[in-house]
C-alpha cells in the first residue's frame, strides 16, 4: 500500500481481522476468497489444521449455525513491513478463545490472513500479558 490515505500495517491487519470475523463475509466464498492468501493455514482449538480451500468450505457451513462474536483485548505487531501479529479474546455464545492470526502483505492483493490459530480457554485460566 504505497497509497498516503492507506493505514499503517496494524490499522489494516485489525481492519482485515474484524472483516473476516464478519458472518456475512465468512460465509462467502469469494469474499474469503480475497481475505486468505494462497498459502492460507489454520489450527483450530479442537488441534484439526485446515488449508485455504478447506477452511472456506467449513466456515460456509459453520456461519449457517453461529452468531457474531465478540473481540476482545486485540493488540498488533507489526513483525515487519508486511507482516502483522494480531492477538486476541474471541467469545462466541459463551465459548473463549485466545486467538492469533498473521496477516501479509502482497503487491498482488494487498493484506491477506496467512494463518490464524485459536486456543479454548475458561475463564479460571491465566491470561496472557506479554
Known sequence: MSNGDAPDPATAAIEGELCFLDPAVFSSPRLLGELLHPAFRSFGSSGRSWDR???????????????????????ARELAPDLVLLTFDLNVRERRVHRSSLWRRTDEAGWQLYFTQGTAFTAGDMGWDG
Do not use: F
Open 53 to 75: 480451500q478447506s477452511y472456506i468450505e467449513e466456515l460456509r457451513e459453520w456461519a449457517r449455525t453461529t452468531t457474531p462474536g465478540t473481540v476482545s483485548g486485540m493488540v
